[in-house]
C-alpha cells in the first residue's frame, strides 16, 4: 500500500497551524471570481442545441440563400381570426380593416399581408391589388358573388392551408383562419426562437396585437417575437417562485443537520462560495448561462452540501469523545480528504464524458460540471475545515457556547435505528440479496432501455393551464399570463397543418438540367404518410408554383413554357434555363427568388406536414423524401432540426455514460489499488452506483420522463452522487476494519457516515425536488428525476454497500489484487 498519508498530514498541518491564512487566501480568490460573475450573457431557446447538424447546416444555408443578405430581414406574425364563418362577407371585412390599420402604422414596418381574404378579393376583381381596392372589392361583392370567389379560391395553391379543417367549400365557411403579415426588421435582428437576446419582433407583434383588435374584431396575434419573450418570461417566473422554496427548504433541513448557528454559517458561505467560483468561471470563460446549466448549482449544492455535512459530521465524532480542536479535526481532514478526492476524481470524470457530445451545451455542461466539483473539492476539503478551526478556537477563547453538538445517526438514535437494515442483510444474507438486487438491476435496464428522447420548444414553454396554486401567488410571485402553448394546441387541433408543421427541403446542383423540375415535381408524388397531400401530391411551395401562376397572367410565358414540356404534364422539362431568366425578369422575381437562386444553382422546397404527425414521424418521411430527388437534397426546417437534436440527445447521454462508468472504474480501481493496496475495493464502490443507473432509467420510463436537453444530465450527475455516497462508505469502512471484526466495522460506519448521509440526501433531495413546482415542464420534470436520483443514491449506498463490502471480504478482501 503507497504511503499517501504525508500529503494529507501537510495539509493538516496547513489547515492547523494557519486557519487565518488560509481563510484569508480563499476569501481573496473569492472576491476576484466574484468578477466574473458581472460577465455573464444568457443564451435561452432551442437554437444553441442545434449548432453543428447537418440538418441545422442546410437551415442556414436555406436562410442565407434564400434571404436578402443586403437588405432589411424579415420577421411574420400569425394573426388568427375565429367567428362562425370567417369566409363571410362581414369577417371578410373585419380582416381587410384590420390589415389596412396594421399596414398604415409606420412602427408596425409592415411589408406584405397575406389572408384568406385577400385572395377571395383578388378573385372576384384580380385588378384590386391594394388593401383599399380589396376591401371595395368585398364591400360591393352579394354574398352569392363571394360564395362563388371562395370555391374558385380553394382551387388555387395555399387557400386551404389558411383555413381551419372544417373548411367545407360547397357552403364557403370555416371557423378560422391564418393571416401572415410580414415586417421589415433591421438586418440580423429578425431573432427568433432560441436566439439570445431581445427580438424587435416582441415589441411589434404586441403592438399588432393592439391594432388589430382596436376595432370590433377579436384576433389572436402570435409569433416568434411572442414565443421569445414567453421564453424569457416562464424561467424568470419559475425561478423567482422555486429558489425562494429551494433555500428555505435547504436551511431548513441545515439547521438539522448542523444544530449550531455559527456551523450553518459555515455551512451555507461554503456553499455560496463554490457557486461565485464556478458562476465567476463561467463569466472570465464566456460560457454563456443555458438551460442546461441550470443542472448545475443543484449538482454543487448536492455535493457541496454532502461534503459539509460529512466534515462537521465526522469532526464532531471525535469532538464527544474528548478529543481537542486540533486533533479532532486532523483525524477529520486524515479520513475525508482521501474520501472527497476519490468522489472528486470520479465525479470530474464523468462529467467530463459530455466533452463526446456533439452539442455545445453537453459540451459547456460536462465542462463547468467538472470544474464546479473541483472548486467545490478545494472550498470543503481545505476552506471549511480551517473556518471550522478558526470559529472553535474563538469559541473556546470567548467562552461561546456550543448548540447541538452532537453528531447525526448516533447509536440508540432514531435514524441510527433506521440505518442497521443494510447491516442486517450484510450479517444475514449477503450473497442472496446481491443476487436479488443484480436480478432486479438487469430487469430494470432491460425496462428502461426503451426511455423516449425529446426535444422540442415545447419543453421551455409553460403548459395551456397554470395550477391554481400557482395563480393565487401574491406578487412578485405571481406568474405572468400566457397564451402560447394553448395557441400552438389550438393550431394543431384546427388547422391541417400549422406553422409549426413544414419541411423544408434543401436542394443543390445544377438546377438548369432538363430532369430538374421533374424530379422536384415526382419527389412529391405519393408522398410518405405525414405530408399534406392532394390528389396523391405532396403539397408544397416552390418554384415550381410560381412558374404556374406567373403562366396564368402572361399568355407569352406560357406558351415558353408549353414549348418546354415535353411530355404535356405541366412541369417544363428543356430550356430551363431560359424559362429562369423570363421569370427572374417579371413581376414575379422577388416571388422566385424565395425559391430559386439566381444562380440557378440551389432551391427551396417547402412541404406541409399533418399536424397530427408526431416529431420522429415527420423528420423520418423528410428524409425519406429527401432521398427521392436526383439532385442532393437535405431535409431540413424546425421539425427535422429538433429530431436531429433529439437523437443526438440520446446518443450523447448513452455515449458519456459508457465513457464515465468506463473512466469511473479504472479510476477507483487503480486509487483504491493504489491507497488502500486493493483495486477490488473500486468495483465494490461502483456496484451501488451500477444499481442506482439502471433503476434511474426504469423509473424515467415508468413516470414517463423522457430524455431531454437537461434530463439527460441525470445519469452522468448519479455517477457523482453515487460515487460520493458510496465512496464515503466504503472509505469509511476500510478506516474502521481492523482486519477481525466486519460486522462491527459496518456498524460504526453505517451510524457515522449512514447518518451524515441522511441528511445530506434529505437536504438535497428537498432543494433540488422542488423545482417540480416550476413553470417549465423541463424543470419540472428534471427536479423530479433528480430527487429520486439523489434518494436511489442514497438508498443503493446504505443498503447495498455493506452487503457487497461483506463478500468482497469473504472472497479475500485486501488479499485481492
Known sequence: MVDHEALVERVSKLIADHPRRVVAAFLIVTLVMATGMGNITTETGTSQFSEGTDSEQALKDVEREFGQPFAADSGSTQVIQTEQNVLSKSAMLRMLRAQERVTDRPSLRVTATRSSAQQVARNIDPTATTLEAQIRTIE??????????????????????????????????????????????PTGLSGGVGTSGTSPLQSIQTETERVMNSGTADFQVFGTGIISEEFANVIFDSLIIVLPAAILLIVIFLMYAYRDPLDLFLGISSLMMAVIWTMGFMGLANIPFTQMLTAVPPLLLAVGIDFGIHSINRYREERVQGTDIIQSMGKTVDQLLVAFFIVTGTTVIGFSANGTSSLPPIRDFGLIAAVGILFTFFIFGIFLPAAKVLFDQYREKYAIPHWGSNPIGQEGSIIGQSLS??????????????????????????????????????????????????????????????????????????FATDAQSSITMYVTGQLRADYALQSIQRAGTDPPGSFVEEDRIAQSSSVIGVIETYREEDPEFDALVARNDVNDDGIPDDNLEAIYDRLFESPYAGQASTYLTDDYRSAKIVYDIDSEATQSEAAADAKVLADRYRLPATATGQTVVFQDVSDIIFDSAATSLLFALIGSAIFLVF????????????????????????????????????????????????????????????????????????????????????????????TTAAGVGVLVFAITPILGQFGTIMAIAIFYSYLTAVLVTPSAVVVWSRLGGFALP
Not at 740 to 756: H, P, R, Y
Open 140 to 185: 360591393r361583392a352579394t354574398p352569392k358573388e363571394i360564395d362563388a370567389a371562395v370555391k374558385r379560391a380553394a382551387g388555387a395553391p395555399g387557400f386551404t392551408g389558411s383555413l381551419s379543417r372544417d373548411f367545407n367549400r360547397e357552403s364557403a365557411s370555416a371557423s378560422a383562419t391564418i393571416t401572415v403579415i410580414t415586417h421589415e426588421i
Open 671 to 762: 486509487i483504491y489499488r493504489l491507497l488502500e493496496g486493493s483495486g477490488t475495493l473500486g468495483i465494490v464502490n461502483l456496484i451501488p452506483i451500477v444499481v442506482t443507473l439502471t433503476l434511474i432509467m426504469g423509473t424515467m420510463r415508468a413516470i414517463n420522463i423522457p430524455f431531454n436537453a437537461l434530463t439527460a444530465t441525470v445519469l452522468a450527475i448519479a455517477i457523482g452522487l453515487g460515487t460520493d455516497y458510496s465512496a464515503h462508505m466504503t472509505h469509511r469502512f476500510v478506516d474502521e476494519y481492523d482486519g477481525s471484526n466486519i460486522d462491527a466495522a459496518l456498524e460504526e460506519t453505517v451510524l457515522g457516515t449512514g447518518g451524515a448521509l441522511t441528511g445530506s440526501m434529505l
Open 421 to 494: 437494515g443494510g447491516v442486517l442483510v450484510a450479517k444475514k444474507a449477503p450473497r442472496i440479496f446481491l443476487v436479488v438486487i443484480l436480478i432486479v438491476s438487469v430487469l430494470a435496464a432491460g425496462y428502461g432501455a426503451g426511455v423516449s428522447t425529446s426535444f422540442s420548444q415545447d419543453d421551455f414553454l409553460p403548459p395551456e393551464d397554470t395550477p391554481d396554486y400557482l395563480d393565487d401567488l401574491p406578487e412578485p410571485f405571481a406568474p405572468n399570463e400566457y397564451t402560447v402553448t394553448s395557441t400552438l394546441n389550438f393550431l394543431e387541433d384546427t
